[in-house]
């Protein structure tokens, strides 16, 4: 059974950080490019950052551009996303997606159930 586990989230003052994991299993991890995606309230989902399978591209929302960093960790079965500088409309539940580039896993796609981030003072 596949999983995506997103946990980090919390309530964050405005300017601060945090970090966002999302841990896979019951997948081949390196075959799968992951992406977080987040939606604020009354909002349609929306991407926010993107990693290749092999992390040799990445991908980010002008919105989020020099704030956030998305990485991987092929070892660990898990990707993150590093947020600095928060800003209150960054305020969103976030989510994790796994897509499937290559073999038989191209085209299967799996969503965590998300977190979420609050930034307020």
């Known amino acids: 059974q596949v999983q995506l586990v997103e946990s980090g989230g919390g309530l964050v003052q405005p300017g601060g950080s945090l970090r966002l994991s999302c841990a896979a299993s019951?997948?081949?991890?390196?075959?799968?490019?992951i992406s977080w995606y987040r939606q604020a309230p009354g909002k349609e989902r929306e991407l926010v950052a993107s990693?290749?399978?092999?992390?040799?591209?990445?991908g980010y929302a002008d919105s989020v551009k020099g704030r956030f960093t998305i990485s991987r960790d092929s070892a660990k079965n898990t990707a993150y996303l590093q947020m600095n500088n928060l800003k209150p409309e960054d305020t969103a539940v976030y989510y994790c997606?796994?897509?499937?580039?290559?073999?038989?896993?191209?085209?299967?796609?799996?969503w965590g159930k998300g977190t979420l981030v609050t930034v307020s003072s």
């Open positions: 990693i290749s399978r092999l992390s040799e591209d990445t």
């Open positions: 997606k796994a897509l499937g580039v290559i073999g038989r896993d191209y085209g299967m796609t799996y």
């Open positions: 019951g997948l081949a991890f390196s075959r799968y490019d």
